[in-house]
C-alpha cells in the first residue's frame, strides 16, 4: 500500500499519471439500486485508488437512457465519464453512435479478462471487433416460492421439473390456499414471461449473429404455448411491478418468476415475510428440458468525452472486474455479479436467513453459465412492442395458436426492421 | 428597402435568427430526414423504410384508429359541454359567477403530471374511489386501465375533465358578444327560451364552436401526457397509444428519426386536412 502511494506521489509530481496511479474525478450516471450499490464500492475502491474522486448520480432508469442519447447525439456535450446502460437496449447505442464510447480494448480490458464472463453478458457489449461496455449485473431467473403456501399443498418445489408439473402444483396451492393465485405476469405492457421461457429455450428475437429473425422459431413458439397455458388455467394473472409487489405483501401470491436481482426486491419490500419464502430453479418445457435463462441486466461504458478514461478504466476493472467490488453489490443491495469468479465467493455460499437458511446465491448463479445467449440487438423495442400486442392478441384468442401468431408477429419485425425472418 | 422598413427588420433580427435556428430549420431538417433510413449510424436515402412503412405497418395503423376514436368520441362529447356549461355560466341568475368561471378553467393550470397520478389512483382497480363508487351501486369492478375499452375511456374522460371548462370559457366569450337585443326581440315576439338557445345562440356561436372544435382536433392528434402518463405508455397492449406516443417511442426508443419524421409530418398533414374540414363545415352560408 505504502508503495502505491509512494507511486501516486510521485506521479503526481510528475504531473501526468502512469496506469497504477490514477487521479482526478470521475462521474456516473445510473438508478435506483444499481446507483446505491456503485456507490457501496467507492470506499474498497479507494483503498487502492485514493486520488480518484468517484461521484454516482442517481438519475433514474429512464432519464439515464434519454440523456445518453440526448448527449451522444449532441457528440458527448455533457456526458459523464461512466454510463450505465442495459444490455437488451444496449446496441441502439453502439450502431447509432459508435463514436461516442471508447472501445475499452485500448484501455487494457484484455480478452483473458473478459473470459471472466459469461458469453450471453458478451454478446451485445463486443460488436464489430470493439468492447464498447463492460458485464455488470445479470438477471439468472428464478422462482421465488412462498413455502408456507407450497407446504400447506403438499407441494414439494423439487419435484416441479416441467410447465405441465408447476401447473399440476398450481392445482394444488390454489385450492389449498383461496384467494391465492400461483402467479403473476405484465401481460398488458410486457412480455417478461415469454421472453424468459424463449431464453431458457434457446430462443429469441433475432438471431445471434443479429441478421435474422427467429421469433417464430420452435422454441419460442413453446414458450408461448406455456404462457397461454398458465393463463388458461387461472393461474396466472395480470400484474405490473407494483401489483406484484402489493400481491407479495398481501400475501395473494404464491410465486414469482424473475431474474435474481429479484431476491433484492423482496427481502426489501417484505420484510415481515422472513423465512416464509423460498427459491427454486424455473420448470423446464419437458422434465429433463434446460432450465436456465437470463432477464435483465446492465453494463457499464465509458464515454468518448471523459477526461479521465484511465481513473474511469480503473473504476470500472476494481467494481466489475474483482470479487471485492461485484460480491459488495451483491451483499449490500442483492446486485447479482455476472463475474463467474464470484462464484466461489464465500458469501455464495452461505445460508441466506430471510430465506429460511436456504443458500439462494448457490442455488441462483449456478444456473448463470448455463444460460444461452440472447441478442438484445439494434432492434430489441420495435421487436418487444410488436410482441406485447400480439401476445395480448393470441392469449385473447385472437390467433388459431402459437405458431401462427408468432408468424404474424415476425412479418411485422421484418416490415420494422428490413431484416429477414430466418428460414 | 425603405429606411424605416431596415431599421424594423434590424430590431427584428434576434427573434428572427431564433425562428430559423429553432423553428425554421428543424421543420425543414426532418422533412429531409424523413426520407432516410436511419437505423443505424450512416443514413441513407431510402423513403421505402420511412413513407413506405406507414402504409404498411399496423403499429401505425393502431395509432391512427385510436386517435380518430378519441377525436370522433372525445370532441363532440367535450364542446357539448363546453357549450351548456357556458350557458350556465351565463346566466343571471348564477351567484358566484367568477368563482366558478375559475374552478371550471382549473383544471388546464393543473400540472399534467399531477393530474395523471390522481386519475391513476382514481381508476385503480382494487383501491380507486370510482371502483369504490361502483360498488356503492351494485356494480362490479371494472378494470380501468387494464382492459382496452375501459382504459380508453378512462383517456377520453381524462382529456374532457381537463379540457371542457377551457372551451366553455372560449364559448362563454363568444356568448357575450352576441347583442341582447336580439334576445328582447324575440321574447317580444314569444319564442321560448329553448326556442331561443336553438336559433338564435347556436348560429350566432358557430365561428367560436368552429374555433374550439378546431383547436381541440389539433390538441387531439398531438395527444401524448394522458396516454403516456395514465394508461402507462398506450397500455394495455397498445389498446391507447395514440399518434403522438407511437412518433415519440419510434424517436427516443428506437432511434429511428427518419420514421418518426414521417410520422410527425403525417400527423400534421391529419391535422390540416381535419380542420379545414370543420372550416368548411362551419362556414357562413348565405
Given amino acids: 500500500m505504502r508503495n502505491i502511494l509512494t507511486c501516486a506521489a510521485f506521479a503526481l509530481a510528475l504531473g501526468s499519471g502512469p496506469a497504477f496511479a490514477q487521479s482526478g474525478e470521475i462521474t456516473i450516471w445510473s438508478w435506483n439500486v444499481a446507483a446505491s450499490s456503485l456507490k457501496a464500492t467507492v470506499a474498497g475502491f479507494n483503498k487502492q485508488f485514493p486520488d480518484v474522486k468517484v461521484t454516482v448520480e442517481d438519475l433514474g432508469n429512464q432519464q439515464t437512457f434519454d440523456k445518453t442519447l440526448a448527449g451522444c447525439a449532441a457528440g458527448g456535450a455533457g456526458l459523464p465519464d461512466i454510463l450505465s446502460i442495459e444490455n437488451h437496449e444496449s446496441e441502439i447505442f453502439w450502431s447509432q453512435f459508435p463514436d461516442c464510447f471508447v472501445d475499452l480494448k485500448t484501455l487494457g480490458y484484455t480478452d483473458e479478462i473478459a473470459a471472466k464472463f459469461p458469453d450471453f453478458k458478451r454478446t451485445e457489449l463486443e460488436v464489430g471487433g470493439k468492447a464498447y461496455a463492460m458485464p455488470w449485473d445479470s438477471g439468472p431467473v428464478a422462482m421465488f416460492y412462498r413455502r408456507d403456501f407450497y407446504e400447506k399443498a403438499g407441494v414439494d418445489p423439487a419435484t416441479i421439473k416441467s410447465w405441465d408439473d408447476f401447473i399440476a402444483a398450481g392445482k394444488k396451492v390454489m385450492e389449498a390456499n383461496p384467494g391465492v393465485t400461483m402467479t403473476q405476469a405484465d401481460m398488458n405492457g410486457d412480455t417478461e414471461f415469454f421472453r424468459m421461457i424463449a431464453n431458457e429455450q434457446g430462443c429469441g428475437y433475432y438471431s445471434k449473429d443479429a441478421q435474422a429473425i427467429t421469433v417464430n422459431q420452435p422454441g419460442c413458439v413453446t414458450a408461448l404455448e406455456k404462457v397461454k397455458a398458465l393463463k388458461d388455467a387461472g393461474q396466472l394473472i395480470p400484474g405490473t411491478w407494483d401489483e406484484k409487489i402489493q400481491a407479495n405483501t398481501a400475501g395473494t401470491v404464491a410465486t414469482q418468476m424473475y431474474g435474481g436481482w429479484y431476491e433484492g426486491t423482496i427481502r426489501s419490500t417484505s420484510p415481515d415475510l422472513a423465512g416464509k419464502w423460498g427459491v427454486y430453479l424455473m420448470p423446464s418445457a419437458s422434465a429433463d428440458g434446460p432450465r436456465a435463462a437470463n432477464l435483465g441486466g446492465s453494463s457499464l461504458a465509458i464515454t468518448s468525452a471523459s477526461q479521465h478514461k484511465e481513473a474511469a478504466w480503473a473504476y470500472l476493472n476494481y467494481t466489475l472486474g474483482t470479487n471485492d467490488g461485484q460480491v459488495t453489490m451483491l451483499k449490500e443491495f442483492g446486485l447479482v455479479p455476472s463475474l463467474l469468479t464470484a462464484l466461489d465467493d464465500p458469501y455464495v455460499s452461505q445460508e441466506q436467513p430471510f430465506w429460511g437458511g436456504q443458500k439462494v446465491w448457490v442455488d441462483i448463479l449456478s444456473t448463470l453459465p448455463k444460460v444461452v445467449p440472447s441478442r438484445g440487438t439494434p432492434f430489441f423495442s420495435d421487436a418487444d412492442e410488436i410482441m406485447v400486442a400480439v401476445q395480448l392478441k393470441y392469449l385473447n384468442g385472437g390467433y388459431p395458436d402459437a405458431k401462427s401468431a408468432l408468424d404474424d408477429a415476425a412479418s411485422q419485425i421484418a416490415s420494422a426492421t428490413s431484416l429477414p425472418i430466418a428460414e | ?286
Fill in chain 2, 1 to 286: 428597402m425603405r429606411l424605416r422598413t431596415q431599421t424594423a427588420y434590424a430590431f427584428l433580427t434576434p427573434y428572427l435568427l431564433v425562428f430559423l435556428a429553432f423553428w425554421i430549420w428543424p421543420i425543414a431538417n426532418s422533412f429531409w430526414l424523413s426520407f432516410l433510413n436511419t437505423r443505424s449510424a450512416n443514413w441513407t436515402f431510402n423513403p421505402r423504410v420511412t413513407w413506405g412503412r406507414l402504409l404498411v405497418d399496423p403499429a401505425f395503423a393502431n395509432a391512427l384508429w385510436n386517435t380518430l376514436i378519441i377525436l370522433v368520441i372525445q370532441v363532440p362529447i367535450m364542446i357539448a359541454l363546453a357549450t351548456v356549461l357556458a350557458t350556465l355560466l351565463n346566466s343571471s341568475m348564477l351567484k358566484a359567477r367568477g368563482l366558478f368561471r375559475f374552478a371550471f378553467f382549473a383544471p388546464v393550470v393543473v400540472g399534467e403530471v399531477a393530474y395523471a397520478a390522481v386519475f391513476r389512483l382514481m381508476f385503480n382497480h382494487e383501491f380507486g374511489i370510482i371502483n369504490k363508487m361502483l360498488a356503492v351501486a351494485s356494480v362490479p369492478a371494472i378494470p380501468w386501465l387494464s382492459s382496452p375499452n375501459a382504459a380508453m375511456a378512462v383517456i377520453i374522460i381524462a382529456v374532457t375533465w381537463r379540457w371542457a371548462g377551457y372551451n366553455a370559457i372560449i364559448i362563454l366569450a363568444g356568448l357575450q358578444s352576441i347583442p341582447e337585443d336580439v334576445y328582447e326581440a324575440a321574447t317580444l315576439d314569444g319564442v321560448s327560451k329553448t326556442r331561443q338557445f336553438f336559433f338564435i345562440t347556436l348560429p350566432l356561436l358557430r365561428p367560436v364552436i368552429v374555433l374550439c372544435v378546431v383547436i381541440s382536433v389539433i390538441g387531439t392528434m398531438q395527444l401524448f401526457s394522458e396516454p403516456f402518463l395514465i394508461t402507462n405508455r398506450g397500455g394495455p397492449g397498445q389498446a391507447t397509444e395514440t399518434l403522438g406516443l407511437f412518433l415519440y417511442r419510434q424517436a427516443f426508443g428506437a432511434f429511428n428519426f427518419g420514421y418518426a419524421s414521417a410520422i410527425a409530418y403525417t400527423i400534421a398533414a391529419l391535422a390540416i386536412v381535419i380542420s379545414l374540414i370543420n372550416l368548411w363545415l362551419g362556414r357562413e352560408r348565405e
